[in-house]
């Protein structure tokens, strides 16, 4: 009984977490910490349902935290800590194998719009383009069906 309303619940606060950083992202350029946190407290109200286990969430925070952080690294500062503390705190609720759904699905749209933006002249390859948005399009993809599409993936090999 309890599943039955606190994983629809978790669905609600997790996507109404997620607008508001796409939107402080977009408005403001940055990812504000309170907002990261409260996303990875209430990551406990799937495993109250009965959904995932603390394993399954460590091993989609470590994912997704350390994959950003590697490519910040690698960018030198190309990408912001919002977004590697917001990786961090997303994996909380989606596993490790959602999480790498939702990256590969952020980095697909983030570079499609990039290239639009480019090609029609309004920004520069140089040009800043604020990621919150694509990672949390990305997060919301995988909560709903990143198991599905890590199976379907694997089922091709």
């Known amino acids: 009984m309890m599943g039955a309303v606190l994983v629809p619940l978790g669905g609600v606060v997790f996507g109404v ?3 508001g950083l796409a939107y402080a992202d977009i408005r403001w350029g940055l990812l504000p910490d309170r907002l990261v946190a409260l996303l990875a407290a209430t990551a406990v109200i799937p495993w109250l349902g009965g959904q995932g286990s603390g394993m399954e969430a460590l091993g989609g925070s470590g994912c997704g935290a350390c994959l950003l952080w590697l490519l910040r690294w690698l ?5 912001g800590w919002g977004d590697v503390k917001l990786a961090g705190a997303a994996g909380l609720w989606l596993g490790w194998q959602s999480m790498l759904v939702a990256l590969g699905m952020a980095f697909l749209t983030g570079g499609l719009w990039a290239c639009v933006l ?12 604020p990621f919150g948005p694509f990672l949390a399009g990305g ?8 198991a599905e599409c890590w199976q379907w993936y694997w089922s091709l090999w």
């Open 75 to 79: 960018s030198r500062g190309g990408l």
């Open 17 to 19: 977490c997620l607008a």
């Open 139 to 146: 997060f919301l993809f995988a909560y709903e069906v990143g």
């Open 118 to 129: 480019v090609w029609q002249g309004r920004q520069g390859w140089s040009d800043t383009l």
